[in-house]
């Protein structure tokens, strides 16, 4: 188990309730509120005709507050040319709590050392207040900023919980701070992270749900612990992470609900727990770089069919797929250990092909101990489970935690995952294929050489594989009941 985030209120080391239906709830409560809210602060802008703006210029970094003067609380739009330190921004930050201020224009400002200070525009404790309703948190007003032109670094919290409708970075950008964005739940369009920057840093635009689309830079080395978690409805512009993405952090792309395709780049080096759980994927295929599938990474993607874990994986933790409507999965050869509920609620489970010749150690992976009983989505125990030849009684035992399946089948003609998940059995030759009994033996005829075929008795042993030849394939066997597959079609043959 890898060191995690487990922090109080952060995601339990249980799977949650599927988050959608409550989400939507929470989404359209939120609008209201927001619509709510702007009536109100129209309202408190009748009667006072034109909005005010103010072009500042400040020569001496410090002054910002003397340069305005009277009218501070009443310029709905400010633009600052030259210097500004800290003090400077506690006048921006009281401007838009207890003024007017909603446009802001930094464009040719200088901060000191080019920098958005931390906590910049988000003070928790000024910003909480009884403001004749009961106590309550207070946005700032700003709803749109331009950047100095010269930004490099943007600080930890700086515009936390603000109620900004879109951002445009920079391209002198290099540093983005922890949470310098969290909460930003208007916050929306596309977001183009700039060239130069190399770590996203750690809940930099948790909870931004109105991004619709992320562009990342090929300078990017890491995406830090729920960077974009809960950006319910973003895409990536481009879904093929470049290669010199090394790490994603935990819970980095969890709970977004639209994310529909991620590819992993083929040496990423850390994945995180639960980094895309609950998230909108339909297909995922892990590199062999990645040794161990993280808890929970892939837990209640409710889209998830496709699933190719490469050569290379050695353990699928703990609820890793759980709940997944995973159709298929080919576990590979270098796999030791399956997790606790890791391929738990895969209820569209069909397959599953084991390339391993050693079972790998399962217990509990299919089941939930003793709530399985009760949990609404379970692994279906009838499916095939195909394993290679020699190996079937390995997989039957109880200690490996395969007995949870009946169906248990070896097999000769296993699949190869540098190919990606494919079906053994091809379904394009099934019209050309007849299977038929002759005596002591199987007859398969076939109009086209080379169709693949498997024979296995009926405890699920393979007792014949091959490719059939022109005309008649003869297969000589002992009396007995035999499942033949070959080109698409299957038969039970008597002898």
């Known amino acids: 188990m890898k060191s995690g985030y487990m922090e109080p209120g952060d995601h339990c080391c249980f799977p949650a309730p599927n988050p959608k239906h409550s989400m939507i709830i929470m989404d359209r409560c939120i609008r209201h509120i927001y619509i709510f809210l702007a009536l109100i602060t129209l ?6 005709g034109a909005g005010i703006h103010f072009h500042a210029k400040v020569e001496k970094a410090g002054t910002l507050a003397e340069i305005i003067g009277e009218k501070i609380n009443d310029i709905d739009s400010l633009s600052v040319e030259g210097l500004l330190n800290e003090s400077d921004f506690i006048t921006l930050f009281n401007m838009g709590l207890h003024g007017n201020l909603i446009s802001l224009n930094l464009h040719k400002a200088q901060p000191e050392g080019n920098r958005i200070p931390d906590f910049a525009f988000y003070h928790r404790d000024s910003q909480t207040f009884d403001d004749g309703q009961g106590e309550r948190f207070h946005r700032l007003k700003i709803r749109r900023i331009t950047l100095p032109a010269n930004l490099q670094e943007i600080g930890v919290s700086a515009f936390r919980e603000n109620m900004l409708e879109s951002i445009e970075f920079p391209p002198t950008l290099r540093k983005l701070e922890e949470s310098c964005f969290a909460l930003c739940s208007s916050l929306g369009g596309e977001l183009i992270i700039p060239e130069g920057i190399t770590k996203i840093g750690k809940k930099s635009f948790y909870g931004c749900w109105y991004i619709t689309s992320l562009s990342l830079p090929e300078s990017l080395q890491e995406i830090a612990q729920e960077a974009f978690s809960s950006c319910q409805r973003m895409k990536l512009s481009n879904p093929q992470l470049n290669e010199n993405v090394k790490i994603i952090g935990d819970a980095a792309f969890s709970y ?36 161990e599938v993280p808890a929970y990474c892939f837990s209640d993607c409710d889209s998830l069919k496709s699933v190719i874990l490469h050569e290379g994986v050695k353990t699928i933790e703990r609820g890793a797929f759980y709940n997944a409507p995973v159709d298929s999965l080919i576990l590979p050869s270098t796999l030791e250990r399956i997790e606790w509920y890791a391929l738990q609620g895969l209820s569209h489970l069909k397959k599953i ?36 030849v020699g190996s079937i009684e390995c997989y039957r035992s109880a200690e490996s ?7 248990i089948i070896e097999c000769a003609d296993m699949p190869h995952l540098d190919s990606g998940i494919r079906e053994t059995f091809a379904d394009e030759h099934r019209d050309c294929v007849v299977i038929r009994p002759d005596g002591n033996g199987i007859v398969i005829t076939g109009q086209i050489t080379e169709v693949g075929y498997l024979v296995y008795s009926v405890d699920g042993k393979a007792v014949a594989a091959g490719k059939t030849e022109t005309g008649d394939t003869r297969i000589v066997l002992p009396q007995g009941i035999y499942v033949v597959h070959a080109g698409g079609k299957t038969a039970k043959v008597r002898l």
């Open 401 to 407: 935690g395969w007995d949870y399946f009946t169906n």
């Open 43 to 48: 309202s408190s802008f009748q009667g006072m």
């Open 353 to 388: 092909y084991s390339l391993a010749k050693d079972a790998p150690s399962a217990d509990n992976a299919f089941r939930f101990g003793t709530r399985a009983a009760i949990i609404e989505n379970v692994t279906p125990t009838s499916i095939p489970v195909y394993v290679p």
């Open 256 to 291: 977004t609900l639209d994310l529909s395709e991620v590819k992993l780049p083929a040496k990423l080096e850390y994945l995180g727990l639960s980094a895309f759980s609950y998230s909108g994927i339909s297909r995922m295929e892990i590199p062999s770089n990645i040794t």
